[in-house]
């Protein structure tokens, strides 16, 4: 992968959308585009920014080591996994957001649980 594809597939596995994400890392939404459209690389003043937002290394987003594998890596999705990813697919960009944050916070819920039944 290229950078800008690997910055790309960082955005998207984040769940970001690329105005979010410009907004976070103070990048302007015409320079994200041209990223896109021309596939040109992000200057070396950005890659800080970028880094900071999506929360890999620079040598990750530069070199792809930890990142390519992760992209090609082959994931197996029984029945119910597949119908919660078509059910969040199904969802506009809010629903979806909202969902991660109340899966998250169940987590989050169950790992309280767990504790006190520990006691």
């Given amino acids: 992968m290229t950078i800008t594809e690997r910055l790309f597939f960082l955005i998207k596995e984040r769940g970001l959308s690329q105005n979010a994400f410009g907004k976070a890392a103070g990048i302007a939404p015409s320079t994200i585009s041209d990223w896109k459209r021309k596939g040109h690389n992000p200057s070396a003043d950005k890659i800080m920014d970028i880094c900071r937002v999506l929360e890999v290394s620079p040598e990750a987003l530069l070199?792809?080591?930890?990142?390519?594998?992760?992209?090609?890596?082959?994931?197996?999705?029984?029945?119910?996994?597949?119908?919660?990813?078509?059910?969040?697919?199904?969802?506009?960009?809010?629903?979806?957001?909202?969902?991660?944050?109340?899966?998250?916070?169940?987590?989050?819920?169950?790992?309280?649980?767990?504790?006190?039944?520990e006691k």
Avoid: H, P, S
């Avoid at 990813?85 to 767990?114: C, I, S």
């Fill in 63 to 117: 070199t792809g080591k930890g990142i390519d594998e992760a992209e090609v890596k082959e994931t197996k999705v029984d029945y119910k996994e597949k119908q919660l990813l078509m059910e969040y697919e199904g969802l506009n960009e809010d629903a979806q957001k909202r969902l991660l944050t109340y899966a998250k916070k169940l987590g989050e819920l169950t790992k309280m649980e767990d504790l006190t039944w």
